[in-house]
């Protein structure tokens, strides 16, 4: 592999659209609010999401792979530390820079809307950072719940924010979805590592359950994220137009029968099951985003 490539196969490209999906949909809620929408620092926001996106994928492997948590069996991770691609400074370093970098774009954002940025944004830098480094909250099962708040509402509002300079209740509701669904891509992954967790000495939220309860937590994120879409439909708070999303129910009901034949003692039957989770979440997250656009939402 050249070295560009192996870069590539660290920062783990494949796993950013956990992070655009949220950031695009506070920008079609921001535009379909009317008003002020600043178009211009949408590449930012998108810029600095990705970054940050990438500093923590890199630390992750960093960590995981310094506490001996990701090893030569493993089935998580990028693997370019296990299989001795990249050296563990080298890619620590990486993480450092994708940080640096992302808060370097992210003081124009601040200057331009205040210290609620700052908040907003400090707090997506801490989440990013402390997930598996000092301590990593990610090791004592707040992985799921922190992933939920990060990745769902404070993503989707800190958006919003950007472009339209203010909040709104809805924006918040609107998240919720999408914090469903991208915890799913944590817990499939979780699922799959339950046995090699625990010899890891790591302590999840699938652990903490048990492999058959977790099966069916699984399950109420992916329905919670249909369920949530149709209590805003009968709230007003999405038009109708939001059960657009229904399309993706084949996706669901599949990854549902996955998780239904995955045995604990069995982890390459769960292989998989997060990136299938992924393409859910994306194709849910764009068909919310087009109801968003097209219903006019506020």
Same mark, same amino acid.
């Given at each position: ?16 659209? =956990? ?10 809620? =921001? ?28 630390? +992750? %492997?960093?960590?995981?792979? /310094? ?9 998580? $991770? ?67 719940? !922190?992933?939920?708040?990060? !990745? ?13 300079? $203010? ?32 010899? =890891? ?14 099966? !069916?937590?699984? +399950? @109420? ?35 549902? !029968?996955?998780?239904? /034949? =995955?045995?604990? %003692? ?19 997250? $764009? ?10 939402? @506020?």
């Amino acid at each position: 592999m050249s070295k560009f490539k192996i870069w590539l196969q660290a920062c783990r490209l494949f796993s950013y659209t =956990a992070s655009m999906v949220p950031v695009l949909l506070g920008a079609a809620m =921001a535009y379909s609010a009317g008003g002020e929408f600043r178009w211009g620092l949408l590449p930012i926001v998108i810029l600095c999401s990705l970054l940050f996106h990438a500093g923590t994928n890199l630390l +992750n %492997d960093y960590a995981d792979y /310094k506490k001996g948590v990701d090893k030569d069996y493993s089935l998580g $991770g990028s693997r370019v530390l296990p299989d001795g691609l990249l050296s563990p400074s080298a890619v620590l370093r990486a993480g450092a820079i994708a940080f640096i970098v992302g808060i370097s774009l992210g003081l124009a954002l601040i200057y331009i809307r205040g210290w609620w940025m700052l908040v907003i944004g400090g707090v997506g830098f801490l989440g990013g950072v402390l997930y598996t480094v000092l301590p990593g909250y990610k090791y004592i099962g707040l992985g799921d719940v !922190m992933v939920f708040i990060l !990745m769902g509402p404070l993503m989707v509002i800190g958006s919003y924010f950007t472009l339209a300079g $203010g909040f709104a209740w809805n924006v918040f509701y609107v998240s919720l979805p999408i914090g469903f669904l991208v915890s799913a891509i944590l817990w499939a992954n979780n699922l799959r590592d339950i046995n090699h967790d625990i010899e =890891a000495g790591i302590k999840t939220v699938v652990i903490m359950l048990g492999f058959e309860r977790a099966k !069916m937590v699984y +399950n @109420f994120l992916l329905l919670g994220a249909y369920i949530s879409v149709a209590a805003l439909v009968v709230l007003k708070i999405l038009s109708a137009v939001g059960f657009i999303v229904l399309i993706t129910a084949p996706l669901a009901v599949q990854n549902i !029968m996955a998780v239904k /034949k =995955a045995q604990a %003692d069995r982890p390459e039957m769960s292989v998989g099951l997060d990136a299938a989770t992924a393409k859910l979440h994306l194709a849910f997250g $764009g068909f919310l985003i087009i109801s968003v656009l097209i219903g006019k939402t @506020f």
